[in-house]
């Protein structure tokens, strides 16, 4: 006897959702701001530059990096999910910045989906307004803590690194 399996996987992905979800994104980086860590500008335009990546569908992950005084690195990781396993539509926030000493440097890293089809363009684009190649992801403890839904689409927040 013989059983066959087949899995048919569908994105979830629309640009409405992704729009959507992106909002919750730019909550969570305008706190940065608050913090007076970074300027509100610089961090509008990292939003609008990764919400276009995540609109022509290339991003696997980013993260909001910060670099304490000491040296010390930690991050907010988001990972883009578009097969429907994002169902948690939490609120952007519950991130104490405020806690993070003077001095501590802000950047945003992404990295893209293989094979993605749009890669090219979207790397070119995102050159065009001053993103390098290069740097590298925080590593350290990983702690899921929120996830911003609509419709399946979504996109899971973690803490990285010593948050306590």
Partial sequence: MTTAYTIAQ???FSEARAR???????GDFMNAASANLI???TIQRWHEDLEYAVLHEVVDTFQLQFTKPDGARLAIGYTVRDDGSVMEASKAGGLDFHGLPAGTRVNVLLTYRTGARNIEAVRAHLRARG???GGSLVAGATSRDRAFSKSGFGIERSKVGDWE
């Fill in 39 to 41: 300027a509100r500008e």
């Fill in 131 to 133: 993103w390098a190649a």
């Fill in 20 to 26: 959507a979800v992106m909002r919750q994104v730019l």
């Fill in 10 to 12: 569908t994105s979830t």
